[in-house]
């Protein structure tokens, strides 16, 4: 059974960081593309960073320059660092990989 944790959520100011994990098990996922996406209140979920089995990324404009996605294949854990954060950053953020989603982290940016 294919399971996600996914951690390093929470509450911060405006210009911090975040840094969330997405640890799989129940399947290696080391050629599989990942995926981060968020969904803030009353908004539809958007794709916000991904990264190749080969370590190539693509970031949607708002954050690109802020956040870096990254994989770990000997772990099967993708991480997602976000600086600078602003508080349109705030959101449910899942990950995603092969078409299973971990249950969503909640990042809340806020002074």
């Known amino acids: 059974q294919v399971q996600f944790v996914e951690s390093g959520g929470g509450l911060v100011q405006p210009g911090e960081s975040l840094r969330l994990s997405c640890a799989a098990s129940?399947?290696?996922?080391?050629?599989?593309?990942m995926y981060w996406y968020r969904q803030a209140p009353g908004q539809q979920r958007e794709l916000v960073a991904s990264?190749?089995?080969?370590?190539?990324?693509n970031y949607v404009d708002s954050v690109k320059g802020r956040f870096t996605i990254s994989r770990d294949n000997t772990k099967n854990t993708m991480y997602l660092q976000m600086n600078s954060l602003k508080p349109e950053d705030t959101a449910l953020y899942y990950c995603m990989i092969g078409g299973w989603w971990g249950q969503g982290i909640q990042v809340t940016v806020s002074s």
């Open positions: 129940g399947r290696l996922f080391s050629t599989y593309p």
């Open positions: 990264i190749t089995s080969t370590r190539t990324t």
